[in-house]
């Protein structure tokens, strides 16, 4: 049986980020997400159609994604989920760990904290920081809150190359200039405020109220369609 995954594990054969669309690499997540699950209730191996129908893609559409960073699977076989996992694992960055530093540890903040998911793709809150005094110094899921003032510091000696922002808006630019300043390549920002960074600092905004705002936007499009089929007042 020929082998058909030369995938890469190396950085030096991964495609240039500016090659590969972000929703390829949106994707990628979601099916590393339902390979790890499938592993878990015991299923080893999986085929493009399976694995599409699971999350509402063609098997076409999971073929070309993958398509991007090799040739993967087995003929007759499909893919063997841990290998794929090993495979993705590799192209996401996450084979091995990384350290986040966090700024702000309010209600989200510590909710954050306390979320194992981060845990089980490698990634793990290693220091948070707050300029609320009556925080810092307090313990919150095994992690002491430092004052700002120790951020640049604390984020050199552990080799953080990753920040995460949950302040309120007004506060996150003040925060990402000085996790810029102090090293971080990669920041997440939770604050609903557009961040000025940086050509070669990466960031990904994740704006709650957006996000429900797309959802009410899908449900009331959804109604208003059907309104108008009943109605009859459909457009040929």
């Given at each position: 049986?020929?082998?058909?995954?030369?995938?890469p594990?190396?950085?030096?054969?991964?495609?240039?980020?500016?090659?590969?669309?972000?929703?390829?690499?949106?994707?990628?997540?979601?099916?590393?997400?339902?390979?790890?699950?499938l592993?878990?209730?015991?299923?080893?191996?999986?085929?493009?159609?399976?694995?599409?129908?699971?999350?509402?893609?063609s098997?076409?559409?999971?073929r070309?994604?993958?398509?991007?960073?090799?040739?993967?699977?087995?003929?007759?076989?499909?893919?063997?989920?841990?290998?794929?996992?090993?495979?993705?694992?590799?192209?996401?960055g996450?084979?091995?760990?990384?350290?986040?530093?966090?700024?702000?540890?309010?209600?989200l903040?510590?909710?954050?904290?306390?979320?194992?998911?981060?845990?089980?793709?490698?990634?793990?809150?290693?220091?948070?920081?707050?300029?609320?005094?009556?925080?810092?110094?307090?313990?919150?899921?095994?992690?002491?809150?430092?004052?700002?003032?120790?951020?640049?510091?604390?984020?050199?000696?552990?080799?953080?190359?990753?920040?995460?922002?949950?302040?309120?808006?007004?506060?996150?630019?003040e925060?990402?200039?000085?996790?810029?300043?102090?090293?971080?390549?990669?920041?997440?920002?939770?604050?609903?405020?557009?961040?000025?960074?940086?050509?070669?600092?990466?960031?990904?905004?994740?704006?709650l109220?957006?996000?429900?705002?797309?959802?009410?936007?899908?449900?009331?499009?959804?109604?208003?369609?059907?309104?108008?089929?009943?109605?009859?007042?459909?457009?040929?």
């Amino acid at each position: 049986m020929t082998d058909q995954r030369p995938h890469p594990t190396h950085a030096a054969d991964l495609p240039s980020d500016a090659s590969v669309p972000k929703v390829v690499v949106s994707r990628l997540s979601l099916y590393l997400r339902e390979l790890q699950r499938l592993v878990a209730s015991g299923q080893q191996t999986i085929s493009s159609n399976q694995l599409g129908a699971l999350l509402g893609f063609s098997d076409a559409q999971v073929r070309k994604d993958l398509g991007f960073f090799g040739q993967f699977g087995y003929p007759g076989v499909g893919y063997r989920c841990d290998e794929l996992i090993r495979a993705m694992r590799d192209i996401l960055g996450t084979n091995h760990s990384w350290n986040v530093a966090m700024v702000g540890v309010g209600n989200l903040g510590q909710a954050l904290l306390g979320y194992r998911g981060f845990g089980r793709q490698n990634f793990a809150i290693a220091a948070a920081f707050d300029a609320d005094p009556t925080k810092v110094g307090q313990t919150v899921q095994g992690l002491r809150i430092q004052p700002l003032e120790e951020l640049a510091a604390t984020i050199r000696e552990q080799g953080i190359r990753l920040g995460m922002i949950v302040v309120p808006a007004e506060r996150a630019q003040e925060a990402a200039d000085r996790l810029v300043a102090a090293g971080i390549e990669g920041i997440v920002n939770f604050a609903p405020v557009t961040l000025a960074l940086p050509p070669h600092v990466q960031n990904v905004g994740v704006d709650l109220a957006i996000e429900l705002e797309q959802l009410s936007f899908a449900v009331t499009s959804k109604l208003a369609k059907a309104t108008a089929e009943s109605t009859g007042q459909v457009e040929p």
